[in-house]
């Protein structure tokens, strides 16, 4: 009786402990495939508003899904919301310069034409949220 009671309180134990070390795990998972969401979306905007070459679009992809990285990383960091604006500024310029390499003059012109209006729209529904 007492060495099958052992063997429940050791097997919950594992589990317990199994269950804990997956947790954090799946959570790594989830922002990667959030990142990696992020940038196929993006690209395939980006391959409609910008008519993309295939080559284009591959170049974009890494790109868009470096910073999507990048930002998942800041976005979950603990640092308060001034130095992350800072910080995802900062990243979007560093983006802006590897894509102008891979686009375009008029791409590029057209993708900074999209991003002001986005930034734009961003800008109008942060003023009108609820407070």
């Known amino acids: 009786m007492k060495t099958n009671l052992n063997r429940n309180v050791t097997a919950i134990m594992l589990f317990v402990v199994c269950l804990l070390f997956s947790v954090p795990i799946s959570a790594q998972d989830t922002a990667k495939d959030q990142a990696e969401e992020r940038a196929k979306n993006m690209t395939e905007q980006m391959q409609k508003k910008l008519s993309l070459t295939d080559a284009q679009y591959q170049s974009v992809y890494t790109i868009n899904l470096k910073y999507a990285k990048k930002n998942e990383q800041l976005k979950n960091s603990d ?26 003059k008029d791409q590029f012109a057209q993708y900074e034409e999209w991003i002001k209006e986005v930034q734009a729209e961003l800008k109008q529904n942060y003023k009108n949220r609820e407070k």
């Open 79 to 104: 640092e308060n919301k001034m130095a992350k604006f800072r910080k995802f500024k900062s990243s979007q310029q560093d983006k802006s310069k590897e894509l102008k390499t891979v686009l375009t």
